[in-house]
């Protein structure tokens, strides 16, 4: 699933791409929105909110997107063959004189009004990468359920926006406890260094084409796809379990030996899921 850094990257993109342009072509490819045609407006800016892409066109009209686990924005020139998936994909197209937005796969997409923009992202909590950032009230959003565990919390975009399962992995490894901990047992000079560690491991990563949590070439992540073998600290095995609320489960890594506290009692083999750690590593492009 993209994270808050990788949709930080596609906006850069498209907003390099069409901003300040007028649209000579819009295809809206869903049902609600088959008969807009925003042609003829200009696009005015691509701001990402947490994993949420903000379009906003001239007139006063946001398309509203969201990439969830496999959805992508790509870039062509004029000319340029789209390779970005079957053209039963595409959900939206923008084009310029100069350059294409396709959408794939997009599974949110809806036109609203700029004034109404809360409605769709009004819901999630300080942005790790906005301007609304705030530590603080981010670390009162996590510690206000103080029984909930810490990579639930994470993953939970009214606390925090911009965290998704390769940084909760992460951050909990860095912070050297396992992601079943209730949040209200994280020692205080943890919780109070996670805030700044999390917007840290973002903003270093915004500009990479390759996400990396370690400094080290090869070795990327810490823990992150890297079960059964060995951590990079101590050369204990990574383990891998599913965690969830019910709604969703999700594979999390963590090396028993750098990461005490409470774990599931044995490791079943987690399931199959649409994205492989590399893929969740290596950013979809835009090209």
């Known amino acids: 699933m993209p994270e808050g850094d990788t949709v930080w990257q596609t906006a850069k993109r498209l907003h390099t791409a069409l901003a300040g342009h007028v649209l000579t072509r819009s295809d809206l490819r869903v049902p609600k929105y088959a008969t807009a ?4 407006r200009t696009v005015l800016d691509v701001t990402p909110r947490g994993k949420h892409l903000l379009t906003r066109i001239e007139g006063g009209l946001t ?15 004029a000319g340029q063959r789209w390779r970005g998936g079957p053209a039963h ?7 310029t004189a100069d350059h ?3 959408g794939y796969r997009l599974p949110v997409l809806e036109l609203l009004r700029t004034t109404e923009e809360e409605r769709a992202v009004g819901h999630l909590g300080p942005d790790l990468l906005g301007p609304d950032w705030d530590p603080d009230r981010a670390l009162a959003n996590l510690l206000a359920d103080p029984d909930r565990p810490l990579g639930e919390a994470l993953l939970d975009q009214r606390n925090l926006a911009g965290i998704g399962n390769v940084y909760k992995c992460e951050l909990c490894f ?11 047992s994280l020692p205080a000079d943890r919780a109070a260094a996670l805030p700044a560690l999390a917007k840290r491991l973002l903003e270093v990563n915004r500009d990479r084409p390759i996400r990396a949590t370690t400094g080290r070439r090869g070795q990327d992540l810490y823990v992150y796809g890297r079960a059964p073998r060995p ?17 969703r489960e999700r594979p999390t890594y ?6 005490p506290g409470p ?12 994205n492989s750690p590399a893929a969740e590593r290596s950013r979809p492009r835009l090209n």
């Open 37 to 40: 045609d925003l042609t003829g």
């Open 63 to 77: 398309l509203h997107s969201h990439l969830r686990m496999d959805g992508s924005w790509k870039v062509y020139t």
């Open 89 to 95: 994909q595409i959900r939206a197209i923008l084009g």
């Open 100 to 102: 294409t937005a396709v």
């Open 174 to 184: 860095l912070l050297g406890v396992t992601p079943w901990l209730p949040v209200g």
């Open 231 to 247: 951590c990079l600290r101590c050369g204990t095995p990574i383990r891998v379990a599913d965690q969830g609320d019910g709604s």
């Open 254 to 259: 963590w090396c028993p030996t750098c990461q």
């Open 263 to 274: 774990a599931p009692a044995r490791t079943p083999r987690a399931p199959l899921h649409g």
